[in-house]
Nanobody, 119 residues
Framework: QVQLVESGGGLVQAGGSLRLSCAAS????????MGWYRQTPGKQRELCADIASGGRTKYADSVKGRFTIFRDNAANTVYLQMNSLKPEDTAVYYC?????????????WGKGTLVTVSS
């Protein structure tokens, strides 16, 4: 079993910054991709950014140039630095990890952390 624990959400004014973090723990061999998704009521969960174990990153167009994803492989932790926040960034942000035990890959999700951007 793998647990993902997120932190760093909260209330911020438009134009401000927040940093989310997500630490993975449990029984696994290694983590392939880690990432952040977000969801607002009535909408599907959408990718914000993800990062492979080798460092390749992918961003949604809506956050390019404002958000930066990075990870500490030794600590099994992924971060999302969010700058120039906009009210439309308000959402529950979920951490994601694709984990392997050496045989199978399994997707895990955190419980989510709320980010609220006031105008």
């Amino acid at each position: 079993q793998v647990q993902l624990v997120e932190s760093g959400g909260g209330l911020v004014q438009a134009g401000g910054s927040l940093r989310l973090s997500c630490a993975a723990s449990g029984s696994f061999l290694s983590i392939n991709t880690m990432g952040w998704y977000r969801q607002t009521p009535g909408k599907q969960r959408e990718l914000c950014a993800d990062i492979a174990s080798g460092g390749r990153t992918k961003y949604a167009d809506s956050v390019k140039g404002r958000f930066t994803i990075f990870r500490d492989n030794a600590a099994n932790t992924v971060y999302l630095q969010m700058n120039s926040l906009k009210p439309e960034d308000t959402a529950v942000y979920y951490c994601y990890a694709k984990v392997t035990n050496g045989i199978l890959y399994t997707d895990y999700w955190g419980k989510g952390t709320l980010v609220t951007v006031s105008s």
